[in-house]
């Protein structure tokens, strides 16, 4: 090792990687996936995180995950936070509004969800 490479667990095959690959259409889980699997094949750790457009720190806590327990530790967990103030229904009026009036600008956005939708955002959140 160059001490470039990050030491990886192999807690799966690179058969059963592709297969998981193949199987999920969760972006989040895709990117970390090909991440592992860009470890295995020997990436140092800095180029599987910018072949997945992640910085390097957000790589070494990914590979810090997968070694202490596998796909169950590096798959995102999103149910404890903030529940989502639009309905499935209205984020796909959102979305529609969206496309119909591109370029958006933040304002305009903000001023969207506030008058369509009653939800206000701070607008750095956007």
């Known amino acids: 090792m160059t001490g470039r490479e990050k030491e990886i667990v192999r807690h799966l095959s690179e058969d059963d990687l592709d297969r998981l690959l193949t199987q999920t259409d969760d972006e989040k889980v895709s990117k970390r996936l090909t991440f592992i699997k860009r470890l295995y094949k020997g990436a140092t750790l800095e180029d599987a995180a910018d072949d997945v457009g992640m910085s390097q720190s957000t790589g070494s806590l990914w590979t810090k995950r997968w070694n202490e327990g596998g796909l169950g530790k590096l798959t995102p967990n999103f149910g404890d936070g903030r529940p ?30 506030n008058e369509e939708f009653d939800i206000e955002y701070h607008p750095i959140g956007l």
């Open 84 to 113: 989502p103030k639009l309905g499935e229904d209205e984020r796909e009026r959102l979305l529609d509004h969206l496309e119909d009036g591109e370029p958006w600008k933040k304002q305009e956005i903000q001023h969207l969800l």
